[in-house]
Each structure stands twice: as structure tokens, then as C-alpha cells.
């Protein structure tokens, strides 16, 4: 088959995909709410822009609280535990339609209140009328989230394009009849019903009511109990997004609040992908047992995360070009705090895998949890900036709050799914042998350190995957099962250096002819190592300590030498800076000799640091890696054999030992 069959094929296959589908409603909401901004836009300019931005985020806002957050339990409670329970659809549609009356009137109460904190060239009349959006919103968004957890992402999908692109046409019509700020109110509320009718007839033909039980109060308690952790979650999460929308509008002005709004919109471009994401892989995530949950979430981690992270670099230059030229020079303040809001929203891809894994398992407390810290930062920190910076310091304030979020996400799904909670423990290979963990000064520190490179570092990372995926076949990132702390086996990362074939010794000399080239410049150079921070950060290694062993030559150790595998493995260590690895030429068992000749030498160094492991006596082996692979990460391309870590025998060169993979035959 040719390559373009092949390609056309693929793409073909694509269109049904789920999150393709979702991705092209994102695209295509996206577009219409542009489409939307730019024509408000062009009829009231900035301050229009900030009134049509706040008609969109408020009232649905008070729906979702009003609500308890029941939006965002539906899924849970359709594909997950109770996905077989008939009473659960009855529950949600009695919970809907009670919540929606109820925001209505919260908002006609809280009308003049609202009015001269948020809508002051409107009437009180006015913004009453506006509480009809509340009780709209909240009937489309459940719709949505009902065709989510009844495996109809279609139907979600024809939602979410639905509400953004319906407005167009009637505002159109309603601001040629009338204009002002009626029309936008008016084709809001418009666009929501037109919307909601579609969705809740399609989930009606596919049988979504059919059977239905009473409702019931005690399960609407649990999916109350479990929609209201969510709401804190995400009420925080989308005021880290919104809340600095509302400090520009009252404490730099409306002019500022538009302004703001589209760099908003243009940075929020690479949402789309972990948007996407988050909603398919939710409901997938309630149906898996916790092991596959677990193994999927791992997988979708690193490649949305790299997708959002490399995506991120054509949109963040093509800034000051593209929005200047759709909304006109008046908007060119737009431009530097669009520039900062990518920064911050790198790391998206991990934290909305991480958000649906947990909302999945039933935990979105923890998720909570790490909205919550991020909202502290958010507040703390647009009191301080905006006033001084206006849109540029809530944009300064906005990445903040994301890379928070992410951060703590990222360390919430490392407890959660370590063995022993979501997963079973897995057994040590010497089930006599204790478990020696780092103290918590240097745990402190492997965090610190692992979180700071591997923020640093990920265009190095997006740039080396792409690049050993095109060098070798097969994945970017080599997986294999190595020994841990106490013998208890874990997955260890690294870039693949070696070509996927079978068969060859477990001990991996220079001249190995499985090396690729670019395997032999990440090896001299210790690159292909960077992936085991991710370890680090699982707390499966620490930063020096033994290099992680193969199960197969671990259990080839002699009995004495066993007692290394009760520490926890390093990603570096005393044997990577001082000592010599030593292959001789011509050995005929290249593995015997490794574990006969190097192994003793190697556990006796390890074990020396192993007795005083200091954090001074730590930080001075980091500091000695680094100038060891500056200084003697060399390669020599071309030759059968190159030195990295062994000086010259007799004058001769020898073939080394790989360092930066202790000897062993990993690709």
C-alpha cells in the first residue's frame, strides 16, 4: 500500500474518532464565539466586547452553584457504578429542571444588586431579563453532560457547536431589528433553547428516557454530594480562567476587561486538544477497571502532553500578526498578554488527563484540592498585579495559577495510583529484603529538582522525541521493568536509544550494533535519561542513589551483593561520576563479566554514599554529573567503538560500557 493510501486511509479512520470529533465542535465553538466577539466587537468596541463576555460567564455561573455542580456528576453517575440504574436519568432531569427555576430566581433577586457592579449602562429590567440565560445555560450544559455519560460524545459534540454557532444568525437578525445590548441577551438566551431541545430530543430518541425509574432523593443527595466536590474544583479552576476577567473590569475598566478578552481567546486555542481530551476520556475512565484506567492515563499523559506543549510554539509569535489583523490596532494591547497566557497553559495536556482520570475513579476532591491552591494564588496575586499591570499582570497571574494547578495534579495522580491504592502491590523479587527510602529532605529535593528541569527542559523534550521517533521505529519512549526500592519492580523511562529487535547480550557494549546514531549522541550525552525524572517525581527513584537494575541480572546478583536493591534507585550516583566501566575487547560473555568484575565494585561505591547520604554530600554528586557530562560526553559517530565514561588502557581506547545506561541492553 502506498504512502498516501496509507495516509488518506488513517485520516479517514480519524474523523471517527471521538476526540476528533470533539476537537473539530471545539474548533468550530471556537470560531463562532470569534466570530461572535469580532462583530460585537466592531458595533460597541472593547467595552461591548467586556459587557458580551460577562452576559456569557455569569449566568453561568449561577447556575453551576445553584445547581450543587450537578453538570459535572452526571457522567460520573451514567457510566460509572450506577451506570445500570434506571432511576438515575429521572433523578437528573427532576434535579435540572428544579435548579434552573430556582437560578432564575436567584438572579432576579440579585438583579440590582448586579447591575452597578457589572452592567452599568444597562437597566435593572434589563439585566433581569438576562436571568432567562441562567435557566437556559443550565439546560443545555446537563444536556451535554447526559450525551457525555451515555456514550453519545456525538450528541455532546453537536452541543457544543450548536450553542456557540446558533447565536450568529439570530444576532444578526435581533440587532437589525433592535441592537444594543437586548439583541446579545436576547439571542443568547435564543440559542441556548434551540440548543437544548436538539440535544435532549436526540438523547430522547436513543432511548435515554425509556424505562424510566422515580426519582430518587437519596441517590440526587449522592449525585448532589458528588456534583458539589466538583463544582469547588471547577468553580476554582474557571475562576483562575474568569475571576481576573472581573478584577480588570472593576479595578482597571471595561475598555481593559475587552482588551483582555481577546488575548483570552486567542491564548485558549491550545486548550482545544486537552478540552477534548478531558471530555472523552471522563466517562472512559468511570467504565475502566483501575488498572487499565491507570495504564491509559499514563500513555495519554506524556502524548498530550508533548501535542499541547510543541503546539504552543507557532501560536505564541504568530500573536502579534494575527490579532491585530481580526480585531483591528485597537486591540494590539491584546498581543504580550496573549504571549504570557501560552506560557502558562503548557502543561494543560497533563492536567486535563489528570483532571478526567480523577473525576473517573471518583476523586475529584483531590482535583479540588489543586483548583483551590491555584485560586489562592490567582487572588493574591491579580490584587498585586493588575492594578499596576492591568491585562499584563493578569495575564502573569493566570499562567501562575495554570502551572499551580498542573503541578499539583501531577503529584495527586503519582499518589493515587502508586501500587497498593488503585493498584494491587506489586511483590518484590527478594521478599526478604527491607525497603530503604530516601529521608524527606532529599525527597523535598528530587521534587524540586525533577519539577524545575523538566518545566525547563520540555522543548528539549518535544524536539528529542521527534526526533527518535523518526531515528528508530517503534515508541519515542522505551518502557522496562527495572528493580526499585525494597526489590519491588516499577517502570523505568527513557528515550530509545537502540533499534527494537530481538535477541542480543543484556549488557550493551559502545560498539552494540543495535545502537542508532542518535542513540549513541543521547547515551555520550546522558539525554536519553531525561524521561526518569518523571520516575523521580513518582517517587519510583530519587536523584542519586544506585543505578535500577534489570529484573534478569538482578536476580543473577550474588546473594551478598543483594542488599543495593533495598534503596531506592538514582537517576545518577558515585559509580557514573568515578568509575571506570571497562569493557575488555573480545569478551565471549560480556554479562558474566559485568556481573562478576563490575557489579562488586559498583555496589561497594553505592554503598559508601548510602551510608552518609547528606543533602550536601547529594547536591555534590549532582553537581559532579553535571560536570562529568559536560566534560566527558563525547561521541565519535562513524567508529565501532567510542569512550564515554573509561579513560585509555595502555594506551589504547576500550569499548566502554554506556554510562548512562549502567551496561544494560536497553533500547
Not at 320 to 347: D, K, N, T, V, W
Not at 617 to 631: N, S
Amino acid at each position: 500500500m502506498s504512502l498516501v493510501s496509507r495516509v488518506v486511509g488513517r485520516s479517514w479512520q480519524l474523523r471517527r474518532s471521538p476526540f476528533v470529533g470533539n476537537l473539530i465542535a471545539l474548533g468550530g465553538s471556537l470560531a463562532s464565539v470569534a466570530v461572535a466577539t469580532l462583530l460585537v466587537a466592531r458595533v460597541g468596541g472593547p467595552y461591548g466586547v467586556g459587557q458580551y463576555a460577562l452576559l456569557r460567564i455569569l449566568p453561568w455561573l449561577v447556575a453551576i452553584i445553584v445547581s450543587s455542580g450537578l453538570p459535572y456528576a452526571i457522567s460520573y453517575f451514567l457510566a460509572g457504578p450506577t451506570r445500570g440504574d434506571r432511576r438515575v436519568p429521572s433523578t437528573i432531569l427532576a434535579m435540572t429542571l428544579l435548579a434552573s427555576v430556582t437560578a432564575m430566581a436567584v438572579w432576579a433577586v440579585a438583579s440590582p444588586l448586579l447591575r452597578p457592579l457589572f452592567f452599568r449602562d444597562l437597566s435593572t429590567v434589563l439585566v433581569a431579563w438576562a436571568g432567562l440565560k441562567v435557566g437556559s445555560r443550565l439546560v443545555v450544559i446537563t444536556a451535554k453532560a447526559a450525551s457525555q455519560g451515555s456514550d453519545d460524545l456525538a450528541g455532546s459534540n453537536v452541543g457544543i457547536l450548536l450553542e456557540e454557532l446558533s447565536f450568529l444568525p439570530i444576532y444578526l437578525v435581533l440587532t437589525m431589528l433592535h441592537g444594543g445590548y437586548g439583541a446579545i441577551i436576547g439571542s443568547l438566551v435564543l440559542a441556548d433553547v434551540f440548543t437544548g431541545a436538539v440535544v435532549w430530543l436526540r438523547l430522547a430518541r436513543r432511548g435515554f428516557f425509556r424505562g424510566l425509574g422515580r426519582p430518587s432523593l437519596e441517590l440526587g443527595r449522592r449525585i448532589a454530594a458528588f456534583g458539589f466536590r466538583s463544582q469547588i474544583g471547577n468553580m476554582m479552576t474557571l475562576l483562575n480562567l474568569r475571576l481576573d476577567f472581573v478584577l480588570v473590569d472593576i479595578l482597571v475598566g471595561t475598555a481593559a476587561l475587552g482588551t483582555y478578552s481577546i488575548a483570552s481567546k486567542y491564548a485558549e486555542l491550545v486548550r482545544l486538544p486537552p478540552i477534548a481530551a478531558n471530555w472523552v476520556l471522563y466517562p472512559r475512565f468511570a467504565k475502566d477497571d483501575p488498572a487499565k484506567a491507570v495504564h491509559r492515563a499514563k500513555r495519554m499523559i506524556f502524548r498530550l502532553g508533548l501535542l499541547t506543549a510543541f503546539s504552543c510554539l507557532p501560536l505564541l509569535p504568530a500573536s502579534g500578526l494575527i490579532i491585530p489583523r481580526l480585531y483591528g490596532h485597537s486591540f494590539e494591547g491584546a498581543i504580550l498578554p496573549a504571549q504570557i497566557l501560552f506560557l502558562g497553559l503548557m502543561g494543560e495536556g497533563v492536567g486535563a488527563v489528570i483532571n478526567a482520570f480523577l473525576y473517573g475513579r471518583g476523586r475529584p476532591g483531590l482535583a479540588s484540592i489543586a483548583s483551590g491552591s491555584a485560586l489562592v494564588v490567582t487572588l493574591v496575586l491579580d490584587l498585586l498585579l493588575i492594578p499596576r499591570l492591568g491585562s499584563v499582570g493578569a495575564a502573569i497571574t493566570s499562567s501562575i495559577a495554570y502551572l499551580t494547578t498542573d503541578a499539583l495534579l501531577v503529584a495527586f495522580f503519582l499518589l493515587v495510583s502508586r501500587p497498593g491504592r488503585l493498584l494491587p502491590k506489586l511483590e518484590p523479587i527478594f521478599p526478604d529484603l527491607p525497603a530503604l527510602p530516601p529521608s524527606r529532605l532529599r525527597r523535598a529535593l528530587d521534587i524540586a529538582v525533577a519539577a524545575a528541569v523538566l518545566l525547563v527542559s520540555w522543548p528539549l523534550l518535544v524536539l528529542l522525541a521527534m526526533a527518535v521517533r523518526i531515528s528508530a521505529r517503534g515508541s519515542a519512549i522505551f518502557k522496562q521493568e527495572r528493580v526499585g526500592e525494597g526489590g519491588v519492580p516499577f517502570i523505568c523511562y527513557k528515550f530509545r536509544s537502540m533499534r527494537p529487535v530481538l535477541g542480543g547480550p543484556g549488557v550493551t557494549a559502545a560498539g552494540d550494533p543495535r545502537i542508532t546514531r542518535l542513540g549513541r549522541i543521547l547515551r555520550a550525552s546522558s539525554l536519553d535519561e531525561l524521561p526518569q525524572l518523571l520516575n523521580v517525581l513518582q517517587g519510583d527513584m530519587t536523584l542519586v542513589g544506585p543505578r535500577p537494575e534489570s529484573i534478569e541480572l538482578a536476580r543473577r546478583y550474588p546473594p551478598g551483593l543483594r542488599e543495593i536493591f533495598a534503596y531506592r534507585p538514582g537517576l545518577t550516583g558515585l559509580t557514573q561520576v568515578h568509575m571506570r566501566e571497562n569493557l575488555p575487547p573480545g569478551l565471549e560473555d560480556v554479562e558474566r563479566h559485568y556481573l562478576e568484575e563490575m557489579v562488586p565494585w559498583r555496589v561497594a561505591m553505592d554503598l559508601e554514599y548510602l551510608d552518609d547520604p547528606s543533602l550536601g554530600r547529594t547536591i555534590g554528586v549532582m553537581a559532579e554529573t553535571v560536570d562529568h557530562v559536560i566534560e566527558h560526553g563525547r561521541v565519535r559517530l562513524g567508529h565501532e567503538r567510542y569512550r564515554f565514561r573509561g579513560e585509555p588502557v595502555n594506551g589504547q581506547r576500550s569499548a566502554a560500557v554506556s554510562g548512562g545506561s549502567q551496561g544494560r541492553a536497553t533500547p
